[in-house]
C-alpha cells in the first residue's frame, strides 16, 4: 500500500490536536498563580483577602481570554486534506493506464 503524499498533513493535524488536548490548563495556571501574587502582597500590604480575590478574578478572565486566542489560532493553523474523488485513483497509487501500458 502507497502513501498519499500527504503524510505530512496528517502529523502535522495530529501535532496541533496534541497541544489543543492541554490548552484547559492556561486558565488554571493563571489562576492559581494570580492567586499566589495575591497572597504575597496581601501579606506584604496587610490587606489580607482584598488583593488575593482581585487577583484571582483577573487571572481567571485573563486566562479564559488568553485560552481562546491560543484555540482559535491553533485551529486557522488546521490542515484540510482533500478526500479523493471515487472513480479517481489517488496520487500515490498506480492508475489503470500504466497497467494496461505493460
Known amino acids: 500500500?502507497?502513501?498519499s503524499?500527504?503524510?505530512w498533513i496528517r502529523v502535522w493535524n495530529l501535532a496541533l490536536a496534541g497541544a489543543l488536548s492541554q490548552i484547559g490548563f492556561i486558565p488554571v495556571v493563571a489562576v492559581v498563580g494570580a492567586m499566589l501574587c495575591g497572597l504575597?502582597?496581601?501579606l506584604r500590604l496587610g490587606t489580607r483577602p482584598v488583593l488575593t480575590?482581585?487577583?484571582m478574578i483577573t487571572g481567571a478572565a485573563l486566562g479564559l481570554?488568553?485560552?481562546v486566542r491560543a484555540a482559535m489560532t491553533a485551529a486557522a493553523q488546521f490542515r484540510m486534506e482533500?478526500?479523493?474523488k471515487p472513480g479517481k485513483p489517488e496520487q500515490g497509487s498506480?492508475?489503470?493506464s500504466e497497467e494496461s501500458l505493460s
Open 1 to 3: 500500500m502507497k502513501t
Open 5 to 7: 503524499g500527504r503524510w
Open 40 to 42: 504575597w502582597l496581601d
Open 53 to 55: 480575590a482581585a487577583c
Open 65 to 67: 481570554v488568553v485560552m
Open 82 to 84: 482533500r478526500p479523493s
Open 94 to 96: 498506480s492508475s489503470s
